[in-house]
């Protein structure tokens, strides 16, 4: 329970401190449409959860905030993409299921929002727990790249492939006197706050200057970035570096404030002494993805802890709606989201109190949990659009 009665009230509690600016685009995209709001509410949702409602489970090293706008694709740290979970700011020690109710509930959403066959949305979640539950008896886990990816995966890949980091740079830049500079365009980046850049020029220099090409993390600008919608209001920029050298070397980096999980905070978990929340982010990742997003780091600044690590577009991203038309790729799509879940926690097994192989492999034949699981995260679905409207109409 919560001292806050409202929904309003209670996100405005949890919001608290944010960046105004940005929290005003958060609020907008969590009226629009309940799907914004699933997104932008992770702390309601595990608030009202009742772990007693879910099936025993478990532990696993969880993203804590699965839905289907966490999955995407990224450069992994050897240049090669890939297509995985990308968002783990909340990631815990938390029971299995924690991670795959909210998953089922943001499908269930989607299909509520682009008005999706009832039985259709119903098909896509039991195929992505079967999967989910055969890759965990088989214990294998391996990873999707453009050779082993099908469907509209690979689509998704082969686009990314054809990219290259000048186009990129060229949707996120522009050219002054010979140089390029942030894009400032409201949507992506607004302009920096008086004392940022100083802020920003300091920490850079004295990181860079621990690494072993100084050269390539010269900071040539920098901007706040407005990006996702959980995280929307955080401190947040985005760093423009000197790289490889010339107009076109450049890369861009996310450096991002970690605050903590909200699973966490509502429920008090055991997990391990992390020296802070961004090392609790990056080491979750390292362990639970096949290879670690490019630049990937927690660094400290301001007495704070970051995420830093190479910006990646965020449009590569799996679309329910333009493949709604096509059930069969869409329940194809839907497995290989449920194996890439298991094998995320078959890498991390035993890892820091995560369920050994023995534990993952007999819920994986468990029998009963799935549909028990459907039931559960139905109810929640009815109670998180119950305060989309509420939150809407305030």
């Not at 907008?28 to 595990?46: I, V």
């Not at 990056?282 to 910006?311: F, G, I, N």
């Amino acid at each position: 329970m919560t001292s806050h009665s409202t929904v309003r009230e209670r996100v405005e509690a949890f919001n608290a401190g944010r960046d105004p600016a940005r929290l005003q685009l958060k609020y907008a995209a969590m009226r629009k449409d309940a799907f914004g709001f699933l997104r932008g509410s992770c702390h309601l949702f595990y608030e009202d959860l009742k772990p007693s409602s879910l099936p025993r489970a478990p532990l696993v090293w969880c993203s804590g905030d699965l839905h289907l706008g966490n999955f995407g694709t990224y450069k992994g740290d050897n240049r090669l993409t890939y297509f995985d979970m990308n968002d783990f700011d909340e990631a815990c020690l938390a029971p299995a299921t924690w991670d795959l109710v909210r998953m089922l509930c943001s499908v269930i959403v989607t299909g509520h929002c682009l008005s999706m066959n009832g039985k259709t949305v119903t098909a896509l979640m039991r195929a992505f727990l079967e999967s989910y539950a055969a890759a965990l008896r088989e214990r294998k886990a391996r990873w999707v790249e453009r050779t082993t990816a099908q469907g509209m995966i690979r689509t998704l890949l082969l686009r990314v492939k054809k990219r290259n980091r000048k186009e990129f740079l060229n949707t996120r830049t522009t050219f002054l006197k010979g140089r390029r500079h942030l894009l400032l365009d409201g949507k992506r980046a607004l302009a920096l706050e008086r004392g940022e850049r100083a802020m920003l020029q300091e920490f850079m220099a004295k990181f860079a200057a621990k690494q072993g090409k100084p050269e390539f993390f010269r900071l040539e600008d920098a901007a706040r970035r407005i990006a996702g919608t959980g995280s929307l209001g955080l401190d947040r920029f985005v760093l423009l570096v000197a790289g490889h050298g010339g107009v076109n070397g450049h890369f861009l980096l996310d450096l991002k404030y970690q605050p903590g999980s909200c699973v966490i905070l509502h429920h008090h978990l055991p997990q391990p002494a992390w020296a802070n929340e961004a090392e609790r982010v990056a080491v979750t990742q390292h362990d639970v993805q096949a290879v670690p997003p490019a630049l990937l780091c927690a660094v400290r600044m301001e007495r704070k802890s970051w995420l830093m690590h190479e910006l990646m577009p965020t449009t590569d991203r799996l679309n329910i709606d333009s493949g709604r038309d096509d059930v069969a790729g869409l329940t194809n799509a839907f497995r290989t989201l449920g194996e890439v879940v298991a094998w995320g926690n078959i890498r991390a097994e035993g890892w820091r109190g995560s369920a050994g192989a023995e534990e993952l492999i007999e819920f994986g034949n468990r029998r009963g949990w799935a549909a028990d699981l459907l039931e559960v995260a139905r109810d929640r679905v009815r109670c998180t659009l119950e305060q989309w409207r509420e939150f809407s109409e305030q």
